[in-house]
């Protein structure tokens, strides 16, 4: 049955609208998109989690602080970060430093700090970091506690190897680049900055398409300024629905748009990238239930003060 002409007029004025809202969007963000691409393509053809992970077990001494820096300035995939994990299991690490990493490592990057100044600005960006590395160190702090008390007793899926120090673990094998550093490094951005162009462009799609077809009031009743259970409420929503740092960012900019608090959006960055399914799956292949219960337990706890706290910094004018 054929819509009728007012339909079809509805719907391409809808489009339309939100296309516009793309890519206006768009047009304000693409430097900080760009700048995004180029450091990611650095870091992942000059970062190897290999030293990484050796540079953690030569200063365990200050494991918490260094694997929470460590985690924060390094655009790490969650094979990446699986790799150092194992890593600095092999070196008999205690797990206050490998947790810290674990909650850190998902939540931000050097190319995320861009990309969310670019869509939020600097001081929300800035305070996604912090809370980041803030997060790590209190969960680093919380695992030396419980493991002094023997609760992570046998918690590591890998077993020691008779007559060896160190885990048995897969080794990370590192491929020789055919092509020229320069022209690697250009092939690199031009992967990174398509990736994050589609992510960007179809996941804005859905957000303004979404704010143009949801009622304001709805957005602005559950999770907005002055709402006391919205920032836990956009917590608990960042789990099954956060997909990756690309496709979130520009969809939490929508949801910001239409009226979501800047509190409940900080909450729900937090823990869509550090307890998202596809996250605590990788978790879970690594430890056991009680340590990524710590690291679950610490970005959803922090997430909500966090997103608290910012809330009425805003209120008070502190930001």
Request: some cysteine; hydrophobic content about 55%; charged content about 10%.
């Amino acid at each position: 049955m054929m819509l009728p002409l007012i339909s079809w007029l509805v719907i391409f004025e809808l489009l339309t609208k939100t296309f516009l809202q793309v890519w206006h969007t768009l047009a304000v963000n693409w430097p900080f998109l760009v700048a995004s691409a180029i450091i990611a393509a650095w870091l992942k053809l000059y970062v190897d989690q290999n030293r990484i992970a050796a540079f953690l077990r030569h200063n365990r001494k200050k494991g918490v602080l260094i694997a929470t820096g460590a985690a924060v300035s390094t655009p790490l995939c969650s094979c990446g970060t699986t790799a150092i994990i194992l890593g600095m299991m092999a070196g008999s690490m205690p797990w206050a430093p490998i947790v810290a990493f674990m909650v850190s490592s998902p939540l931000t990057s050097p190319q995320e700090l861009i990309f969310s100044a670019g869509l939020f600005g600097w001081n929300f960006a800035l305070a996604f970091f912090i809370a980041s590395i803030l997060l790590g160190m209190l969960g680093g702090l919380f695992a030396h506690i419980l493991e002094k008390r023997g609760w992570f007793a046998n918690q590591s899926r890998f077993k020691p190897i008779s007559g060896a120090s160190g885990l048995e673990i897969p080794v990370v094998s590192t491929q020789k680049r055919s092509l020229p550093g320069w022209a690697q490094f250009v092939k690199e951005i031009w992967f990174a900055g398509r990736r994050l162009g589609l992510f960007f462009i179809g996941f804005a799609f859905i957000g303004y398409l979404l704010n143009n077809l949801i009622p304001t009031d709805w957005i602005t009743t559950l999770f907005g300024e002055g709402k006391i259970y919205g920032v836990a409420l956009a917590a608990i929503m960042g789990i099954p629905f956060y997909f990756n740092t690309e496709a979130s960012l520009p969809l939490a900019r929508a949801l910001m748009e239409a009226g979501m608090s800047q509190g409940a959006v900080l909450a729900f960055l937090i823990t869509g990238s550090g307890t998202s399914i596809g996250a605590i799956a990788g978790a879970l292949t690594i430890a056991r239930w009680r340590v990524v219960g710590l690291v679950v337990t610490t970005l959803f706890i922090g997430a909500v003060l966090f997103g608290y706290v910012y809330n009425i910094l805003i209120t008070v004018g502190g930001v």
